[in-house]
């Protein structure tokens, strides 16, 4: 299994409603240092809508700027529409919505 095929595979377990940061897919597939590999893999997804990589968000919590399939406010509608509250500032708050695996 490649690198972007792990990342794909991790991501599609994240439940609807949760979210999980670059760093623990990295971690998960065996690739603690591998946050920004994680990010570039999900930027060519190429299976949108079937890997919901717009649940994977910064450490901090934060959307990504630069969510491949639409923007920032793109990603902020997806997941309001799985019942992910943020703030203003775009930020999620982790203790409550990070995916436990």
């Known amino acids: 299994m490649t690198f972007n095929e792990k ?5 599609r377990k994240i439940p609807i409603g949760k979210v999980a940061t ?3 897919i990295a971690r998960l597939i065996g690739n603690p ?6 990010g570039n893999a999900l930027h060519k997804n190429p299976h949108f809508g079937v890997i919901p990589c ?3 968000v910064n450490m901090r919590g ?3 700027g630069a ?4 923007g920032i406010k793109e ?12 703030s203003k500032k775009f930020q999620i708050d ?6 436990k695996q």
């Open 67 to 70: 969510y491949a399939f639409g």
């Open 94 to 99: 982790l203790k409550k919505y990070q995916w």
């Open 54 to 56: 717009h649940r994977v």
């Open 22 to 24: 670059y760093g623990q």
């Open 7 to 11: 990342v794909y595979f991790v991501v």
């Open 75 to 86: 990603q902020a509608k997806l997941l309001q529409s799985e019942g992910i509250i943020f």
């Open 33 to 38: 240092y591998s946050a920004r590999a994680v």
């Open 62 to 64: 934060n959307l990504s």
